[in-house]
């Protein structure tokens, strides 16, 4: 592919993520439909998904993203329904989808068939979180469903291997299969496991945030490639390395994170954004792969296929919820007050995604007899179309499901006096240290510097609070948002005097960058504040 293009198909992809989030529509279901319309508009290149680009490339950072925002200790709470979704569902997915379609389409064996149940099996890492994190779920649905979708590709991916092991005539027994999937599953930990300690060690070791963000960025590609290296899942390599990177980020320094926040939320837009489109633009190698298979009956099939995984998932997901419950008194008491609620909205929140694509695209086009891969391209067409399927028809409804069932929404007031609380309790912390560090005549300061670093530490133990405090009857203003938004607007004033003086050769280019970027990280420190509130 030209550059030109790829460089198209990246600003146009951005563009459209940005003015989606002005509409209620989420941005991965308005990007899969312009996709579908641009793929039939004259000029638009020819975007064929290629499997060597999504799955090495592109998948690594986008699961190390997800990782990172994921939270360990939340992930651990939950680990029994994460591992019976991430896992036991997509077996089940695979096996009993499989088994459907190769009763649904007769041209379709059921080698060919369970190679299908594997492809369509694993909801999508980047739909999942998208999807939760526009609509606010809570916090134990938000993590299951995130949990889920970073670790059953892993078992998709080995389930596929040996599905298609079958049915190219390569030979598969279920001793086999069972010993590749241990080996996938083990050694993707394994290796997640030994990168993980030494790479953080160089991170907190490395002195420059230069240096640091260039190894950030190059992490998730060499979890990944060793993993792969010695037949072990890359993918879990990937979420075992980020979720411990980011479990223990505080311990990089300062403008490490700040770098890498940045970095890591322009990455993780672009390949989302880049991704969906993508999506949308294969509907016509899709159709024109058809052949002999007719619309209306290839439709007929797609609706059908749909249908299954959709009745599949519920068929596992309420099972999997109550079953453990009745049956063990020690989950009861640990996960009290389970309704039926939750597991209707995580049934319905299994959306397919780009990496169900990636791996029908690398379905060989022969098998081991020189023959041609039995209806390959209908396994195509029926990946792709579920795919559409469940991010237009569930991505879609899913918001006006979540109002129906009347979840119950994050306390804000709750989490506000939580951190208000938290902060206080760091606030006297930091106060008792700065009297320890005060009575060291090495670090004596100017009374007035002392009330500085005594001022700032009050402020901030302060601005939680304030947010619980009445508004300004005139603005709609907290104290703290007004002090913020005077910060700024100070910030500005000074920001527009350095610029006046470099321009009149008072000081240098180099000198205004200086004082511009302590500018910007009190103006960074002031928005982060404001976006935790």
Known sequence: ?????????????AVIAGAARRTPVPPPLLLVTIGLIAAYVPGVPDYTLDPHIVLPLLLPPLLHTAALDSSYLDLRANVRPVALLSVGYVLFATVSVGYLAHQLIPELPLTAALVLGAVIAPPDAVAATAIARRLGLPNRITTILQGESLVNDATAITAYKVALAAAIGEGASWAGGIGEFLLAAVGGVGVGLLLMVPIHWLRTHLKEALLQNTLSLLIPFIAYAAAEQVHASGVLAVVVVALYLGHRRWQVD???RLQEEAVWKMVGFILESTVFALIGLQLPYVLEGLGTYGVAESLGYAIGVFVFVVAMRYLWVFPATFLPRKLSSRIRDREPGVGWRAPVVVGWAGMRGVVSLAIAFSIPLTTAADEPFPARNLVLFLTFTTVIGTLVVQGLTLPALIRLLKLPKKDRNAETLAEAQAQNEASEAADERLDELLMDERNALPQALEDRLRTVMERRRNAVWERLGAVNERTGESADDTYRRLAGEMIEAEREVFVRLRDARSIDDEMMR???????????????EEESG
Do not use: G, H, K, N
């Open 254 to 256: 300062f403008a490490t």
């Open 1 to 13: 592919m030209d550059a030109l293009p790829l460089v198209a198909l990246i600003a146009v992809s």
């Open 514 to 528: 200086t004082l511009l970027r302590r500018l910007d990280l009190e103006e960074a420190a002031a928005y982060r």
